[in-house]
């Protein structure tokens, strides 16, 4: 079974930046052969969206409002997914959830997903 652990949301002021990680146990690239890692985010009353994606071939994958403001990584010799934002929107906030997949088709589709994180909490005002 893979760990997930989102740490770095908060509050902050439209504008600014955030760092999510997300720390992977066990490691992932190990476990599986192919695997996609990514980025979901889920606001109130809304449904889950993907933001971004990285698989084990480094290929990315952002969502449209993603593109430009936000940056996906994965350093695999520490296990960790990162998501660097910037330029942050009221309409970022939302709790965002860390996921890992093998075989996945669809980067940013939740349903391709089978392991998943408690989230953490992003507010920009």
């Known amino acids: 079974h893979v760990q997930l652990v989102e740490s770095g949301g908060g509050s902050v002021q439209a504008g600014g930046s955030l760092r999510l990680s997300c720390k992977a146990s066990?490691?992932?690239?190990?476990?599986?052969?192919?695997?996609?890692m990514a980025w979901f985010r889920q606001s109130p009353g809304k449904e889950r969206e993907g933001v971004a994606a990285?698989?084990?071939?480094?290929?990315?994958t952002y969502a449209d409002f993603a593109k430009g403001r936000f940056t996906i990584s994965n350093d695999n010799a520490k296990n960790t997914l990162s998501l660097e934002m910037n330029a942050l929107k009221s309409e970022d906030t939302g709790m965002y959830y860390c996921?890992?997949?093998?075989?996945?088709?669809?980067?940013?589709?939740?349903?391709?997903?089978?392991?998943w994180g408690q989230g953490t909490q992003v507010t920009v005002s």
């Open positions: 996921a890992a997949g093998s075989g996945v088709i669809l980067p940013l589709d939740s349903n391709e997903y089978n392991h």
């Open positions: 990285i698989d084990s071939n480094d290929k990315i």
């Open positions: 066990p490691d992932t690239s190990k476990r599986y052969t192919t695997y996609c």
